[in-house]
């Protein structure tokens, strides 16, 4: 749990310090638990985000926004319709925890003052957005509607009062004294961890907290709060009081030895000594934005890519298992040439066969050694006929390999192209990425056209890169970005790479007339892995060569080419 109430505590002293009084300029609704509000300041524009993601849930001024829908769901046009153009003249928290309401002074159709609260509530996958009236506390919508089916004991719908959730027995550090608070902890058992007493004890801490006042009260030693310990215990309790009271806390994040974000926390955090990196920000609201930035890109990325990776899944597996069919029938006409000899060896002894027969034994003059050779036959039809019939099963096996050889090599091609695709799928960063690989999907028939008239996706330019030795390089986003970059966009002289043998971008780097530097063929290479299936690996193939080198074959799928002259560097 990143965001506990002390921490939401100090975002709302930010929030009221830079937005009160602004007016709400414009709201989104990037996905069905998040909301953006645009608020008009006095010294600019302040985004401010409203999320109930059950793994994510918080308010903060964020940098970096979800991309919109085309169509707005009916929740954000209900909140543009009350809140359009509303001033925010009040942060309020309830207590130290996490609930926090945003009230805002709007003018209804007929010209009147009403005063509106967005109640924020930040708790886990119970988490909730709530629109109500301020003076009467009638619920106008919510987020996430809860009716009968989900909970019996806390009603939140329309035309419904609204209730505050269920608070839990512990105290809070606004209203309880220091003595108050370590006697409840003392209270709990002995051989409890104190880190677990604590949790228990105080209202609007995380775990981290709770565990860094065992660190520094404790530091490893007994847990039986005598003596000097409790008096430790006092003056740590002191500092969190004051920290709560006066927002005087430092915002610090806690991270892996991968370099991923852990946690973060309203003070220093001490207890893992050297085995994590602690890092002090520079603002409460811009730290749990950055906490949580690529975590939830890369979450609403994966549900976003979802439905896309389960056709591209159900295609390549559709093609997978026309192909093995496709091979056992291809396994069964290398056996042809077996009819062709039946049908000659009939043929010479069509005088010795009697009509009826089921079979018929004859001199093989096919066979070196003069063996002989048993030819079951069809007894309903004459021995010419079933001469015909070996000679038409051989042709018949003949065209089959002919036309199994070409439909596999397309086959093995398309399982390629779809290879591609998902490798771009995963790659993905943003939604106008999806929709352009949407976008060639339909083009290639395996999306059906969307009716009526759709807007067409801004097409991203390719990546853009600059060697340490002064060489711009170009990276592909897709595949037809691809085909683009390589085909159309660059020159003949300049050099192209690619990843041996394994998915990915096609990379340029653009020569302007001189010769390529080898630090330049490195980076490039170095970008050409990462932006492929090979992403993490190490000493990758890489292939490199002009761009007149590289040719698209004739009705081949967006992406494919062929390329000669070309060298491979190891990265």
Not at 109 to 131: K, P, Q, R
Not at 158 to 169: G, I, T
Not at 344 to 366: C, I, K, M, P, W
């Amino acid at each position: 749990m990143a965001l506990d109430g002390v921490y939401l505590r100090h975002i709302k002293q930010e929030i009221e310090k830079e937005a009160l009084g602004a007016r709400v300029n414009q709201i989104y609704q990037p996905n069905r638990d998040e909301l953006v509000m645009t608020l008009r300041t006095y010294s600019g524009t302040k985004k401010l985000l409203l999320s109930a993601r059950a793994n994510s849930p918080r308010v903060n001024f964020c940098e970096n926004t979800p991309e919109n829908p085309a169509q707005p769901p009916m929740f954000c046009m209900l909140l543009r319709k009350r809140l359009g153009g509303g001033k925010l003249i009040a942060v309020r928290q309830l207590r130290c925890d996490r609930v926090l309401f945003l009230d805002f002074a709007c003018v209804n159709e007929l010209g009147d003052e009403v005063f509106l609260t967005v109640a924020c509530e930040i708790m886990g996958m119970y988490s909730n957005i709530i629109v109500l009236n301020r003076d009467t506390q009638l619920i106008i919508d919510a987020l996430k509607r809860v009716d009968l089916t989900v909970s019996s004991k806390r009603l939140i719908l329309p035309n419904l009062k609204y209730e505050l959730p269920e608070e839990q027995d512990k105290l809070s550090l606004l209203t309880a004294s220091p003595e108050e608070i370590a006697e409840k902890i003392k209270s709990f058992p002995a051989e409890m961890a104190l880190s677990k007493a604590a949790l228990q004890a105080i209202q609007g801490i995380s775990p981290i907290v709770a565990r860094e006042l065992e660190y520094r009260v404790t530091e490893g030693a007994t847990n039986r709060l005598e003596g000097a310990l409790y008096d430790k215990l006092l003056d740590f309790l002191f500092y969190l009081k004051g920290t709560c009271e006066q927002c005087s806390g430092v915002p610090y994040t806690v991270y892996r030895e991968d370099g991923k974000p852990m946690d973060v926390a309203f003070l220093e955090i001490r207890q893992y000594g050297g085995f994590m990196r602690v890092e002090r920000g520079d603002g409460f609201n811009a730290v749990i934005d950055r906490f949580y930035d690529e975590r939830d890109r890369q979450e609403r990325m994966r549900v976003k890519t979802h439905s896309l990776n389960k056709l591209l899944r159900n295609h390549r597996d559709r093609v997978a298992r026309r192909l093995q069919k496709q091979h056992t029938e291809l396994q069964q006409c290398a056996d042809r040439e077996a009819l062709r000899i039946r049908g000659d060896l009939l043929q010479a002894n069509l005088y010795r066969v009697e009509r009826g027969a089921d079979s018929v034994t004859v001199e093989n003059f096919y066979d070196e050694n003069g063996g002989t050779l048993t030819i079951r036959l069809n007894p309903a039809i004459s021995p010419a006929a079933n001469a015909q019939r070996f000679y038409k099963d051989y042709q018949k096996a003949k065209n089959a390999e002919s036309f199994l050889t070409e439909q596999l090599a397309k086959g093995e091609e398309e399982l390629r192209y779809f290879d591609s695709v998902l490798d771009e799928v995963s790659r993905a960063e943003s939604e106008r990425e999806l929709a352009q690989i949407r976008e060639e999907l339909t083009e290639q028939g395996y999306l059906r056209k969307p009716k009526g008239r759709q807007p067409k996706p801004t097409a991203l330019p390719p990546l853009e890169f600059e060697s340490s030795d002064g060489f711009k390089i170009y990276v592909g986003r897709n595949n037809r970005q691809n085909d683009k970059l390589t085909l159309k966009t660059a020159a003949k002289n300049d050099v192209w790479l690619h990843t041996k043998e394994i998915h990915g971008s096609h990379v340029i780097i653009v020569t302007d007339g001189r010769e390529v530097s080898d630090t330049a063929i490195l980076e490039a290479a170095r970008l050409a892995v990462y932006h492929s299936k090979a992403r993490g690996s190490s000493n990758v193939p890489v292939d490199y060569t002009q761009v007149k080198n590289v040719s698209k074959p004739s009705g081949a799928k967006p992406g494919m080419v062929i390329y000669v002259k070309n060298k491979t560097v190891y990265v």
